[in-house]
């Protein structure tokens, strides 16, 4: 190829914007040279890398969107640890059919239980399926609506927390809530009923809910409407902060390799 035609060409993909057949024509064509591929088998070879290029872009762009706090996949939680939680249903959850049906997930257990870490897993693998995800804690997401209430931008955030496909509203019970807060966060899963799943994670059994919420007739009608279809997970058992920090403690006092120190 001469070098005016090389230059036409990565001009001419950087317009199409193929960014995976502009870094790999070149190494795939000699490949297909030396194995004896056809034109068409070299294009298919370079369509399919594009493709699977694309993808992964768009799956880590939906990951940054989200804006988790940290990525986590189901593979990496110790399940054994909380026998209470059921692994079955929640491998079925990771498959995303709940997020096709708009139902909801209510994970409940005693603070360090890992119940974070299986809404982060459960919210990759709605990302990985390509959908849209919104991860926030009810605490960060109550500010967020009363900030934009006082910037007059309240619906159009309204709009945004109904249109992804996935809501996970992470530590509720952590923080009681105001009136207001309440309300708006009442409204935030108002709008969302049969029209788009919602995950929450809680350190409280339902009947302490009004706690939170200050509000028996609120929390009726919010249970309601979150529990209507919803599976849920119960996650109680030892914290795992606890539990590492129980760890470290006894391997500093037995030796890094966990024999007693020598003398």
């Known amino acids: 190829m001469s070098d005016t035609s090389q230059v036409l060409l990565e001009h001419h993909l950087k317009t199409l914007k193929l960014p995976t057949f502009l870094r790999e024509y070149d190494r795939v064509a000699r490949q297909c040279a030396t194995e004896g591929v056809d034109h068409p088998g070299f294009l298919l070879r370079l369509a399919e890398l594009e493709l699977i290029d694309r993808e992964r872009r768009t799956i880590e762009r939906r990951i940054r969107a989200a804006k988790f706090p940290a990525v986590k996949s189901l593979d990496s939680f110790d399940f054994p640890a909380i026998p209470s939680l059921n692994k079955t249903l929640v491998q079925e959850l990771a498959r995303c059919e709940y997020i096709e049906r708009r139902e909801?997930?209510?994970?409940?257990?005693?603070?360090?239980?890992?119940?974070?870490?299986?809404?982060?897993?459960?919210?990759?693998?709605?990302?990985?399926?390509?959908?849209?995800?919104?991860?926030?804690?009810?605490?960060?997401?109550?500010?967020?609506?009363?900030?934009?209430?006082?910037?007059?931008?309240?619906?159009?955030?309204?709009?945004?927390?109904?249109?992804?496909?996935?809501?996970?509203?992470?530590?509720?019970?952590?923080?009681?809530?105001?009136?207001?807060?309440?309300?708006?966060?009442?409204?935030?899963?108002?709008?969302?009923?049969?029209?788009?799943?919602?995950?929450?994670?809680?350190?409280?059994?339902?009947?302490?809910?009004t706690e939170v919420f200050g509000s028996e007739r609120l929390t009726g009608a919010l249970l309601d409407r979150l529990t209507h279809r919803v599976h849920i997970l119960e996650m109680n058992g030892e914290s795992y902060r606890l539990r590492q920090s129980r760890e470290r403690r006894r391997l500093s006092s037995s030796g890094s390799d966990g024999r007693p120190p020598k003398s």
């Not at 952590?174 to 309300?183: D, I, Q």
């Open 104 to 209: 909801n997930v209510i994970a409940l257990g005693n603070s360090g239980t890992g119940k974070t870490h299986i809404a982060l897993g459960l919210a990759l693998a709605a990302c990985q399926k390509s959908l849209t995800v919104r991860f926030t804690t009810a605490s960060a997401l109550v500010h967020e609506l009363i900030e934009a209430r006082d910037e007059r931008s309240l619906l159009r955030l309204q709009k945004q927390l109904a249109s992804c496909g996935l809501l996970i509203v992470d530590e509720l019970g952590f923080v009681p809530l105001s009136k207001s807060g309440a309300e708006m966060l009442f409204e935030v899963f108002s709008q969302r009923y049969e029209s788009g799943s919602i995950i929450v994670t809680s350190n409280l059994p339902f009947d302490e809910w």
